[in-house]
């Protein structure tokens, strides 16, 4: 009998990509929340970057806080909206399809609020009181970082030109971000930024997630109340007869 060959690898191609629903749902309210500052004067757009743009003096002096959830879907520049929107479009569904609709909320959720948070933080820091940290790019970027993760060695067919693996995709984005945050200065941006990957790599890999971490503790701690005792019957069992449940749990 001959030895089966193994199934070959099927090359995977962001074209053949359809949305899922939850990342519809964020590309819808992003898009439509970014479309209104974008179409608006400047006295509407004063208002939205008061009451739903993170700045360091929104959330620390004015003590706004619901912006560092509103401010991940207003993404104030065109072009950055669209490649958010192609990027939730092409790539993110992946990630929903492995995890699940609520897994993947949940991701957006972390990604984005730790980028934010970090962002308004670190422009604090640096004196940059009114420095927007607006967009889902820290959610976007960890998105690359999860899938890199988890597709380390799959084949890539990017955007049907570039053979990869997911792990050489995941580190081309990063250099590139890397690059731009250094050549534009914008340091507030790439903390948010690397805020989210950080986020994003604790919550996919198994070695550091603080999840799998949790659950292996509970794991230790429930097996050390464990004892052993003996059971069944005293003495020599007769011969023929089985010794029935000797140990116990």
Do not use: C
């Amino acid at each position: 009998m001959s030895a089966r060959r193994p199934p070959e690898r099927q090359r995977f191609k962001f074209g053949n990509l359809g949305i899922t629903r939850g990342a519809l749902i964020i590309a819808g309210i992003e898009l439509g929340l970014s479309l209104v500052w974008l179409m608006s004067n400047k006295d509407a757009r004063f208002w939205f970057d008061q009451y739903f743009v993170a700045t360091p003096s929104n959330v620390f002096e004015h003590y706004r806080l619901w912006t560092l959830v509103t401010s991940p879907f207003l993404q104030r520049d065109f072009l950055g909206l669209i490649l958010h929107v192609m990027m939730l479009w092409m790539f993110v569904p992946t990630l929903e399809r492995f995890w699940g609709t609520a897994r993947f909320y949940r991701f957006v959720a972390i990604t984005s609020l730790a980028g934010t948070l970090i962002g308004t933080i670190t422009g604090l820091l640096l004196g940059h009181d009114l420095t927007p940290i607006s967009g889902l790019t820290p959610f976007i970027f960890g998105s690359v970082v999860a899938f890199g993760i988890i597709y380390a060695k799959q084949p890539v067919q990017f955007f049907g030109v570039l053979p990869l693996t997911g792990r050489q995709l995941m580190y081309g984005f990063i250099g590139f971000q890397v690059l731009f945050i250094t050549l534009q200065g914008m340091w507030a941006q790439g903390a948010a930024t690397a805020a989210g990957m950080i986020a994003a790599a604790l919550m996919t890999s198994k070695r550091w997630s603080p999840g799998l971490a949790w659950k292996r503790w509970k794991i230790q701690r429930a097996r050390a109340k464990l004892t052993v005792m003996q059971g069944g019957q005293t003495g020599k069992p007769a011969a023929g007869k089985r010794d029935e449940q000797k140990w116990l749990n």
